[in-house]
């Protein structure tokens, strides 16, 4: 029997994807090779690329005004490609509510004045800088957000109006709800949490802004070469990419993001609506604020938090432990976790907590 995997990443991937992967996996588009051997210049596998592009942009209404690159190196490679490709007055903001966006921070600091204009730092990440008072600066190449946190389960329920374009890693929440892209500047999003294996990220960027990156600019981080090459300028990941239209496939058949995000919703109330009634399960996250991707939650003591994950790994509920800097549990609920799979941590919650509260 499956386990449901609770992991923030890499994470749960939809069976039938994965069982329609290993029907392929010696035959790839009738090439008679598996896609782990295919030549990215083969024409059955650029065409899927092509086609991986095309879905995206039909799912978040991509205009042609944006590129839609596949590229290597993780959503952390890209904390460095956003000030090497946007960074030409040597300026930005960046609003830190949680890890990920204090190491993108960290890395702009390397080429320019990078400064930290907001931050929820002082209450441990647990809810996200109110957006009118946030002091942008004037002359600034791009304000740089982390739309959902995956360690401390916060989400911008919606984001800030700015003058510099804005820049989004939204690696953790990619796909699970509706946004307007052309609020946005730059997007990208690691796909090992709602989109695909480890390897491939997701970039979304505005053509008109990455037409001359700085001259220190690896060549592989440039966009404007990856986007002039239909992201094929070296060999991409070519496995997580062909999982990654599967996924795309099926997300538009399902009915596409607004679809998915309605059974988002329901899967996030039904773990929140239990915590909040609940004497026993704690969650630290401002409700206005609470990710609807990730769920962090604690029980009385952290002796109970280790038998809490130990009981549920042997009734099928895994990758429950929280993050280290975080502790407790956190139930990471992406595109791909099942409404059963809430359900069963649910009733598993139940349980544990009528046996020890």
Not at 17 to 41: K, N, P, Y
Request: proline share 4%; charged share 20%.
């Amino acid at each position: 029997m499956r386990a449901f995997n609770f992991s923030a990443g890499p994470s749960t991937l939809p069976l039938d994807v994965l069982e329609e992967a290993q029907r392929d996996f010696l035959d790839f588009s009738g090439t008679g090779m598996s896609v782990t051997e295919i030549s990215h210049r083969n024409k059955a596998f650029s065409a899927m690329v092509e086609e991986g592009e095309a879905l995206l942009r039909d799912l978040m209404n991509i205009s042609k005004d944006y590129a839609v690159l596949f590229v290597q190196g993780g959503a952390s490679t890209q904390f460095a490609a956003v000030p090497l490709n946007l960074m030409h007055n040597k300026k930005a903001d960046y609003v830190v509510t949680g890890n990920f966006a204090k190491k993108a921070f960290q890395e702009g600091k390397l080429y320019g004045d990078a400064e930290c204009v907001a931050s929820s730092a002082d209450q441990t990440y647990t809810y996200i800088p109110e957006l009118s008072n946030i002091p942008f600066r004037d002359g600034t190449d791009y304000v740089h957000i982390c739309s959902n946190n995956t360690i401390f389960g916060t989400r911008y329920p919606e984001f800030p109006k700015t003058k510099a374009p804005l820049v989004a890693d939204m690696s953790s929440e990619i796909l699970s709800r509706e946004i307007d892209v052309n609020q946005f500047g730059v997007i990208y999003a690691g796909a090992q949490k709602n989109l695909a294996p480890a390897g491939v990220t997701l970039v979304i960027a505005r053509r008109d802004l990455i037409q001359n990156p700085l001259d220190i600019c690896p060549t592989m981080l440039q966009w404007k070469v990856q986007d002039e090459n239909g992201s094929l300028y070296n060999t991409p990941p070519c496995f997580a990419i062909y999982v990654a239209v599967l996924v795309l496939r099926k997300l538009k058949k399902l009915g596409g993001i607004k679809a998915i995000n309605q059974i988002n919703e329901y899967k996030a109330k039904l773990l929140y609506d239990f915590i909040d009634n609940s004497s026993f399960y704690t969650n630290n996250v401002v409700k206005k604020y609470r990710s609807i991707m990730n769920v962090p939650f604690v029980t009385p003591n952290a002796e109970l938090d280790d038998a809490f994950i130990k009981g549920a790994a042997k009734e099928g509920l895994v990758s429950l432990k929280g993050h280290r800097l975080v502790g407790g549990m956190r139930a990471s609920i992406y595109n791909a976790m099942p409404v059963e799979g809430v359900k069963a941590l649910v009733e598993y919650m139940k349980k544990f907590e009528k046996e020890n509260a």
